[in-house]
Protein backbone atom coordinates (compact mmCIF):
# COMPACT_ATOMS: atom_id res chain seq x y z
CA UNK A 1 0.00 0.00 0.00
CA UNK A 2 1.38 3.25 -0.74
CA UNK A 3 -0.17 6.84 -0.70
CA UNK A 4 2.52 9.21 -2.88
CA UNK A 5 -0.21 12.14 -2.86
CA UNK A 6 2.03 15.48 -2.95
CA UNK A 7 3.00 17.84 -5.55
CA UNK A 8 5.27 16.17 -8.30
CA UNK A 9 7.57 18.99 -7.90
CA UNK A 10 8.33 18.23 -3.94
CA UNK A 11 9.46 14.82 -5.04
CA UNK A 12 11.48 15.63 -7.58
CA UNK A 13 13.49 17.42 -4.86
CA UNK A 14 13.52 14.65 -2.78
CA UNK A 15 14.93 12.44 -5.80
CA UNK A 16 17.57 14.52 -6.92
CA UNK A 17 19.31 13.41 -3.75
CA UNK A 18 19.02 9.51 -3.91
CA UNK A 19 19.50 9.07 -7.16
CA UNK A 20 21.60 9.62 -10.89
CA UNK A 21 19.82 10.38 -13.36
CA UNK A 22 22.11 10.17 -16.25
CA UNK A 23 23.59 6.82 -14.81
CA UNK A 24 20.37 5.14 -14.55
CA UNK A 25 19.33 7.11 -18.58
CA UNK A 26 22.30 5.69 -19.93
CA UNK A 27 21.97 2.41 -18.39
CA UNK A 28 18.22 2.13 -19.81
CA UNK A 29 19.25 3.53 -23.00
CA UNK A 30 21.52 1.01 -23.44
CA UNK A 31 18.79 -1.78 -23.81
CA UNK A 32 16.86 0.28 -26.08
CA UNK A 33 17.27 0.60 -29.87
CA UNK A 34 16.98 3.76 -31.67
CA UNK A 35 13.74 4.65 -31.42
CA UNK A 36 12.71 2.24 -28.76
CA UNK A 37 9.66 1.54 -27.16
CA UNK A 38 9.77 1.64 -22.86
CA UNK A 39 7.07 0.76 -20.30
CA UNK A 40 8.21 2.63 -17.07
CA UNK A 41 5.93 0.59 -13.66
CA UNK A 42 5.75 2.95 -11.25
CA UNK A 43 6.75 6.19 -13.31
CA UNK A 44 6.51 8.86 -10.50
CA UNK A 45 6.87 12.15 -11.29
CA UNK A 46 8.52 10.49 -15.43
CA UNK A 47 11.77 11.57 -14.62
CA UNK A 48 13.29 8.37 -16.53
CA UNK A 49 10.93 8.74 -18.98
CA UNK A 50 11.26 12.32 -19.69
CA UNK A 51 15.24 11.41 -19.90
CA UNK A 52 14.14 8.67 -22.57
CA UNK A 53 12.35 10.77 -24.50
CA UNK A 54 14.65 12.91 -24.91
CA UNK A 55 16.26 10.69 -26.28
CA UNK A 56 14.06 9.74 -29.06
CA UNK A 57 12.35 6.64 -26.85
CA UNK A 58 8.54 6.41 -26.97
CA UNK A 59 6.76 4.53 -24.43
CA UNK A 60 4.01 4.11 -21.44
CA UNK A 61 4.64 5.13 -17.26
CA UNK A 62 1.79 3.66 -14.90
CA UNK A 63 1.73 5.07 -11.43
CA UNK A 64 -1.03 4.79 -8.97
CA UNK A 65 -0.02 8.31 -8.11
CA UNK A 66 -2.76 10.81 -8.97
CA UNK A 67 -0.36 13.91 -8.34
CA UNK A 68 2.48 12.19 -9.61
CA UNK A 69 0.90 11.41 -12.76
CA UNK A 70 -0.65 14.79 -13.02
CA UNK A 71 3.26 16.38 -12.67
CA UNK A 72 4.35 13.59 -15.43
CA UNK A 73 1.89 14.70 -17.66
CA UNK A 74 2.45 18.62 -17.67
CA UNK A 75 6.16 18.34 -17.84
CA UNK A 76 6.27 15.97 -20.67
CA UNK A 77 8.94 17.19 -23.23
CA UNK A 78 7.64 18.53 -26.51
CA UNK A 79 10.73 18.89 -28.71
CA UNK A 80 10.44 17.86 -32.18
CA UNK A 81 13.15 14.98 -31.70
CA UNK A 82 11.48 13.80 -28.48
CA UNK A 83 9.67 10.32 -27.85
CA UNK A 84 6.02 10.53 -27.28
CA UNK A 85 5.01 9.15 -23.41
CA UNK A 86 1.54 8.23 -22.36
CA UNK A 87 0.90 8.32 -18.78
CA UNK A 88 -1.64 5.72 -17.39
CA UNK A 89 -2.81 6.34 -13.40
CA UNK A 90 -3.77 3.18 -12.16
CA UNK A 91 -2.38 0.46 -10.07
CA UNK A 92 0.45 -1.72 -12.35
CA UNK A 93 -0.71 -5.14 -11.42
CA UNK A 94 -4.19 -3.92 -12.66
CA UNK A 95 -2.57 -2.82 -16.21
CA UNK A 96 -3.03 -4.83 -19.12
CA UNK A 97 -1.70 -3.60 -22.73
CA UNK A 98 -1.42 -5.10 -26.36
CA UNK A 99 1.49 -3.10 -26.91
CA UNK A 100 5.16 -4.47 -27.38
CA UNK A 101 8.05 -2.87 -25.64
CA UNK A 102 11.60 -3.15 -26.43
CA UNK A 103 12.38 -2.71 -22.30
CA UNK A 104 10.17 -2.69 -19.86
CA UNK A 105 12.00 -1.44 -16.37
CA UNK A 106 10.47 -0.61 -12.71
CA UNK A 107 13.57 1.48 -10.55
CA UNK A 108 13.70 3.25 -6.86
CA UNK A 109 12.73 0.09 -5.39
CA UNK A 110 8.96 0.91 -6.23
CA UNK A 111 8.63 -3.26 -6.93
CA UNK A 112 9.05 -3.60 -3.32
CA UNK A 113 5.97 -1.83 -2.78
CA UNK A 114 3.91 -4.64 -4.41
CA UNK A 115 3.26 -7.77 -2.08
CA UNK A 116 4.43 -11.14 -3.42
CA UNK A 117 1.38 -12.03 -5.39
CA UNK A 118 1.04 -8.74 -6.59
CA UNK A 119 4.40 -8.87 -8.37
CA UNK A 120 4.14 -12.37 -9.63
CA UNK A 121 1.35 -11.19 -11.04
CA UNK A 122 2.61 -8.02 -12.91
CA UNK A 123 5.76 -9.99 -14.32
CA UNK A 124 4.04 -12.47 -15.67
CA UNK A 125 2.10 -9.81 -17.95
CA UNK A 126 5.19 -8.28 -18.76
CA UNK A 127 6.53 -11.64 -20.27
CA UNK A 128 4.33 -11.19 -22.68
CA UNK A 129 4.53 -7.95 -23.31
CA UNK A 130 8.46 -7.74 -24.56
CA UNK A 131 8.70 -7.36 -27.96
CA UNK A 132 11.33 -10.01 -29.39
CA UNK A 133 14.74 -9.45 -28.25
CA UNK A 134 13.24 -7.07 -25.35
CA UNK A 135 14.63 -6.42 -22.02
CA UNK A 136 13.07 -6.39 -18.54
CA UNK A 137 15.38 -4.06 -15.94
CA UNK A 138 14.66 -4.46 -12.18
CA UNK A 139 15.98 -2.14 -9.19
CA UNK A 140 14.44 -3.85 -6.50
CA UNK A 141 15.20 -3.28 -2.32
CA UNK A 142 16.87 -5.96 -0.77
CA UNK A 143 17.01 -7.29 2.51
CA UNK A 144 20.39 -6.01 3.38
CA UNK A 145 19.11 -2.15 2.42
CA UNK A 146 16.27 -2.56 4.74
CA UNK A 147 18.76 -4.01 7.51
CA UNK A 148 21.43 -1.58 7.14
CA UNK A 149 19.24 0.98 6.30
CA UNK A 150 16.99 0.81 9.09
CA UNK A 151 16.60 4.14 11.07
CA UNK A 152 13.38 4.72 13.75
CA UNK A 153 13.20 8.27 12.74
CA UNK A 154 14.49 10.33 9.96
CA UNK A 155 14.78 14.09 9.91
CA UNK A 156 16.06 14.86 6.39
CA UNK A 157 16.28 18.69 4.21
CA UNK A 158 16.31 18.35 0.73
CA UNK A 159 16.98 21.68 -1.11
CA UNK A 160 15.84 22.53 -4.77
CA UNK A 161 15.81 25.89 -6.27
CA UNK A 162 14.02 28.45 -4.26
CA UNK A 163 12.11 25.51 -2.68
CA UNK A 164 13.24 23.54 0.40
CA UNK A 165 11.44 20.28 1.07
CA UNK A 166 12.27 18.65 5.18
CA UNK A 167 10.86 14.71 5.15
CA UNK A 168 10.27 13.47 8.86
CA UNK A 169 10.04 9.69 8.30
CA UNK A 170 9.26 6.90 10.60
CA UNK A 171 10.23 3.58 9.58
CA UNK A 172 8.91 0.36 11.27
CA UNK A 173 8.64 -3.39 10.59
CA UNK A 174 6.04 -6.03 10.34
CA UNK A 175 8.32 -9.07 11.24
CA UNK A 176 5.55 -11.33 10.54
CA UNK A 177 4.68 -10.39 6.91
CA UNK A 178 8.36 -9.23 6.28
CA UNK A 179 6.89 -5.74 5.23
CA UNK A 180 8.57 -2.67 5.89
CA UNK A 181 6.77 0.36 7.01
CA UNK A 182 7.19 4.10 5.82
CA UNK A 183 5.40 6.95 7.25
CA UNK A 184 6.22 10.29 6.60
CA UNK A 185 5.40 14.01 6.99
CA UNK A 186 6.31 16.02 3.94
CA UNK A 187 7.34 19.90 4.45
CA UNK A 188 8.29 22.60 1.66
CA UNK A 189 8.66 25.95 2.22
CA UNK A 190 8.74 27.85 -1.58
CA UNK A 191 10.84 31.16 -2.39
CA UNK A 192 7.66 32.81 -1.17
CA UNK A 193 8.18 31.42 2.43
CA UNK A 194 5.03 29.33 1.91
CA UNK A 195 4.66 26.16 3.86
CA UNK A 196 2.83 23.36 2.97
CA UNK A 197 2.55 19.97 4.80
CA UNK A 198 1.45 16.67 3.26
CA UNK A 199 1.22 12.83 4.38
CA UNK A 200 2.70 10.15 2.83
CA UNK A 201 2.92 6.22 3.34
CA UNK A 202 4.13 3.10 2.12
CA UNK A 203 4.30 0.33 2.90
CA UNK A 204 7.74 -2.13 1.23
CA UNK A 205 7.76 -5.96 0.89
CA UNK A 206 11.58 -7.08 2.04
CA UNK A 207 12.84 -9.48 -0.65
CA UNK A 208 15.92 -11.20 -1.15
CA UNK A 209 17.77 -11.65 -4.81
CA UNK A 210 17.55 -15.40 -4.35
CA UNK A 211 13.41 -14.96 -4.42
CA UNK A 212 13.45 -12.53 -7.36
CA UNK A 213 15.80 -14.90 -8.88
CA UNK A 214 13.91 -17.55 -8.36
CA UNK A 215 10.19 -15.07 -9.29
CA UNK A 216 11.61 -14.29 -12.30
CA UNK A 217 12.61 -17.54 -13.33
CA UNK A 218 9.15 -18.86 -12.52
CA UNK A 219 7.39 -16.02 -14.20
CA UNK A 220 8.97 -17.14 -17.92
CA UNK A 221 12.67 -15.02 -17.14
CA UNK A 222 16.09 -15.68 -17.66
CA UNK A 223 18.69 -12.75 -15.80
CA UNK A 224 21.03 -12.25 -18.27
CA UNK A 225 22.97 -9.69 -16.07
CA UNK A 226 22.84 -8.93 -12.40
CA UNK A 227 24.86 -5.22 -11.02
CA UNK A 228 25.13 -3.35 -8.29
CA UNK A 229 24.79 0.17 -9.92
CA UNK A 230 23.77 1.99 -12.60
CA UNK A 231 27.16 2.29 -13.67
CA UNK A 232 27.31 -1.09 -14.26
CA UNK A 233 29.12 -1.72 -11.09
CA UNK A 234 29.93 -5.75 -10.31
CA UNK A 235 26.99 -7.11 -8.04
CA UNK A 236 25.30 -8.04 -5.91
CA UNK A 237 27.05 -5.71 -3.24
CA UNK A 238 28.09 -6.60 0.15
CA UNK A 239 25.37 -4.56 2.30
CA UNK A 240 23.38 -1.70 1.09
CA UNK A 241 23.04 -0.63 -2.43
CA UNK A 242 20.42 -0.94 -5.35
CA UNK A 243 20.19 -5.07 -6.07
CA UNK A 244 20.26 -4.22 -10.49
CA UNK A 245 18.25 -7.52 -12.56
CA UNK A 246 18.30 -7.44 -16.54
CA UNK A 247 16.41 -10.02 -17.96
CA UNK A 248 14.53 -11.48 -21.15
CA UNK A 249 11.99 -13.96 -21.69
CA UNK A 250 13.51 -17.28 -21.44
CA UNK A 251 10.99 -18.99 -24.24
CA UNK A 252 12.49 -16.53 -27.16
CA UNK A 253 16.11 -17.04 -26.26
CA UNK A 254 15.63 -20.33 -26.87
CA UNK A 255 13.52 -20.06 -30.14
CA UNK A 256 16.51 -17.80 -31.21
CA UNK A 257 19.38 -20.40 -30.23
CA UNK A 258 17.27 -23.45 -32.11
C1 LIG B 1 9.83 5.62 -4.84
S1 LIG B 1 8.69 6.12 -6.06
C2 LIG B 1 9.62 5.79 -7.53
C3 LIG B 1 9.05 6.49 -8.74
C4 LIG B 1 9.93 6.38 -9.99
N1 LIG B 1 10.11 5.01 -10.43
C5 LIG B 1 11.26 7.03 -9.77
O1 LIG B 1 12.29 6.37 -9.94
O2 LIG B 1 11.28 8.21 -9.44
C6 LIG B 1 7.54 4.79 -6.04
C7 LIG B 1 6.39 4.99 -7.01
O3 LIG B 1 5.69 3.78 -7.13
C8 LIG B 1 4.32 4.09 -7.28
N2 LIG B 1 3.58 2.86 -6.95
C9 LIG B 1 3.55 2.21 -5.78
N3 LIG B 1 2.81 1.10 -5.88
C10 LIG B 1 2.35 1.05 -7.16
C11 LIG B 1 1.53 0.15 -7.88
N4 LIG B 1 1.03 -0.94 -7.29
N5 LIG B 1 1.25 0.41 -9.17
C12 LIG B 1 1.74 1.53 -9.77
N6 LIG B 1 2.52 2.42 -9.12
C13 LIG B 1 2.84 2.18 -7.84
C14 LIG B 1 4.10 5.25 -6.34
O4 LIG B 1 2.93 5.97 -6.65
C15 LIG B 1 5.37 6.05 -6.59
O5 LIG B 1 5.22 6.97 -7.63
Known amino acids: MSSFEYPGEYYEVIRKDFRDVAGETEFLASYLPPGGRV ?13 LAALGHSGVGVDQSSDFTAYARAAAPAGPADGVVE ?3 GRAEEYVTDQRFDLVYSLFSTLNQLDRAGLRQLLTGVRGWLAPGG ?7 HLLNFVDGY ?8 QGDDLL ?13 AVWRNEETIIARDGAGKVSMFANFFDQTVFTAPEVRDLLADTGFEVVAEYGGFRKEPGPRIGRGPLLFVARAAGAVQEVAA
Open 151 to 158: QPNIIAHH
Open 135 to 141: HLVIDIG
Open 87 to 89: YVH
Open 165 to 177: VTRLARQSVHAHR
Open 39 to 51: LDIGSGTGTNLRA
